[in-house]
């Protein structure tokens, strides 16, 4: 057995030394093209007309972050005597991803003067009973669901689908008495575009 001399070792010891960042940033690319090739991040090619998990759909779909958490509970803005509209989801479900802009819309319309409540239904505890101040009462085992409370919280609608944003501003428009859309001036929204936003009457 030959020995190599201590000058020969210190020389492959720094060779290696050099070369190994290059070795596992090989590997590491080598790993992450196997994982999208296999399949095993099928995750990312998540899309809205299909029901794979890709995250927030509030976010992702109707570019509004600020719909989930809600700040409120059932309870509480049911207390408060605070109209509210309670939304049942899930963020692996087309039918809620397409849904997610309505609900948006229906937040830029009413959100300051009623509750919405998305309510994620994975997050609803399992009991044999609920109170009429959890949203586990009123779910009925479909999403989107779509249930709206007047100030007394009676419960004025109970929608369940995708449901047009139409059918639940009808609905609104009578819990806070305003004309119906037929008579009133229709809401345009203004153009982030345009330089005087006066001029696109």
Known sequence: MKVLPLLQIHSLSRF????????????????????????????????????????????????????????????QTLKQGRPTVLVFYIDDSSDCKQFATVVSRVQEFYGRAASIIPVDVDSIPVKDSYDPTEPGYYYEGVVPQTVIFDQEGKVRYNGK?????????????????????????????????????????
Request: charge should be negative.
């Open 16 to 75: 290696f030394s050099h070369l190994w960042p290059r070795i596992r940033q090989g590997v590491l690319i080598l790993l992450v093209s196997l994982l999208c090739f296999t399949g095993l991040a099928a995750d990312a090619s998540a899309g809205i007309n299909d029901d794979r998990y890709d995250g927030n759909i509030f976010v992702l779909y109707a570019g509004n972050g600020s719909l989930v958490p809600a700040s409120v509970t059932l309870k």
């Open 161 to 201: 689908g995708q449901v047009p944003y139409e059918a639940l501003d009808d609905v609104l428009r009578e819990v806070f008495d305003l004309l119906p859309r037929s008579k009133s001036k229709q809401l345009k929204r203004r153009s982030y575009n345009e330089f005087n936003s006066e001029l696109e009457e």
